[in-house]
């Protein structure tokens, strides 16, 4: 079974960078059709798409974040990485990695999600 869990540093000063790290077991990151994404919900808001690194390691992100946003992988350790640079307390969110089946376009698993707070 597919297990996707985040890892986050719970509470960032303005201006630094924010990096999650996501580890996935019972399945490679790098196997065929398989899309790792970064999704975050802000308190009271919805689901905010961010940005996702494809099997073939393409990196696509949210116009709207991308000038800042950062997704990187490591094969050997099965984790994708998500850096968010120049943060503000408007990036303080719950932060998810997910699977996506690219052929079917549906989200199959997801992370408990990890709370990541920007404040000084």
């Known amino acids: 079974q597919v297990q996707l869990q985040e890892s986050g540093p719970g509470l960032v000063k303005p201006s630094q960078i924010l990096s999650v790290t996501c580890t996935v077991s019972?399945?490679?990151?790098?196997?065929?059709?398989?899309?790792w994404t970064w999704i975050r919900q802000p308190p009271g808001k919805g689901l905010e798409w961010m940005g996702a690194i494809y099997y073939s390691g393409n990196t696509y992100y949210n116009p709207s974040l991308k000038s800042r946003t950062s997704i990187s992988r490591d094969a050997s350790k099965n984790q994708f990485i998500l850096h968010l640079s120049s943060v503000t307390p408007e990036d303080t969110a719950v932060y998810y990695c997910a699977r996506k089946r690219h052929s079917l376009g549906v989200y199959d698993y997801w992370g408990q999600g990890t709370q990541v707070t920007v404040s000084s």
């Open positions: 019972g399945g490679s990151i790098t196997a065929n059709d398989y899309v």
